[in-house]
């Protein structure tokens, strides 16, 4: 009996796929809509609503590899099969390739419940790509959220050198006067381009939301954040 389905990923569902591999080079689908990636570190969580439905469980080993596959392809087609994906374009050629045993693969085991959100701010997809800049060409491993008398602010440094550069942006007014400090690594905060609303947990995590499509982020935060 065949139990294949066809279906076509949308251009955002690729680009979705291609930032959940910089997560995890590997992953597991469930049936439906939702997909969802965890680092090997367990420190960081994503998961978004896609267009497609998925009417199988498939595992993909290296995700990159998978995309560097469909990326031979104009306008491919899928074909989900019990064992393996069947990929077809226009030019007559046809890609089988194979599931990964889910037992081999790094996946999330439950969902991310939130405990009480201490502050929340917003960040444009400009501001962050001037961040990822700034900290690569000046080797700047910490991305902090902070608050204070003068605002709030995210600001990229070199937390173990005191001396070291920095490049700070102001968000907004720190119109409930907490004085926070929630710290990252940079390398860990690896997002699809666009404008995030951005949830803090005390000394936990930060939930980062995009606004325009359903896709969430939780990174965990360093040990030495902080809430008053």
């Known amino acids: 009996m065949n139990t294949a389905t066809q279906i076509?990923?949308?251009?955002?569902?690729?680009?979705?796929?291609?930032?959940?591999?910089?997560?995890?080079?590997?992953?597991?689908?469930?049936?439906?809509?939702?997909?969802?990636?965890?680092?090997?570190?367990m420190n960081g969580m994503?998961?978004?609503?896609?267009?497609?439905?998925?009417?199988?469980?498939f595992g993909i080993w290296d995700l990159n590899k998978f995309l560097g596959v469909v990326s031979l392809f104009t306008n491919p087609t899928f074909e989900f099969g019990e064992k393996s994906v069947t990929i077809s374009g226009n030019n007559n050629s046809v890609v089988n390739y194979g599931y990964s045993e889910p037992r081999l693969l790094t996946v999330p085991t439950k969902s991310v419940n939130m405990p009480e959100i201490a502050v929340e701010v917003d960040i444009t997809q400009e501001m962050f790509s001037e961040l990822s800049r700034a900290s690569s060409i000046m080797q700047l491993p910490d991305i902090s959220f902070i608050g204070n008398d003068d605002g709030m602010f995210v600001e990229v440094s070199d937390r173990s050198d005191p001396s070291s550069n920095s490049c700070k942006i102001r968000l907004a007014d720190n119109d409930e006067g907490k004085d926070f400090a929630f710290h990252f690594k940079m390398d860990n905060i690896k997002l699809l381009p666009g404008n995030y609303k951005i949830s803090f947990a005390k000394q936990l995590a930060g939930r980062f939301?995009?606004?325009?499509?359903?896709?969430?982020?939780?990174?965990a935060m360093q040990p030495d954040s902080y809430c008053n």
Not at 11 to 32: D, R, Y
Not at 46 to 57: G, H, K, R, S
């Open 8 to 41: 076509t990923l949308s251009k955002t569902t690729l680009a979705i796929l291609k930032n959940f591999a910089s997560l995890n080079s590997n992953i597991l689908v469930s049936p439906g809509n939702t997909i969802k990636t965890i680092t090997p570190s």
């Open 46 to 57: 994503a998961e978004a609503v896609v267009e497609e439905t998925f009417d199988i469980q």
């Open 209 to 219: 939301e995009n606004e325009n499509i359903q896709l969430t982020y939780w990174f």
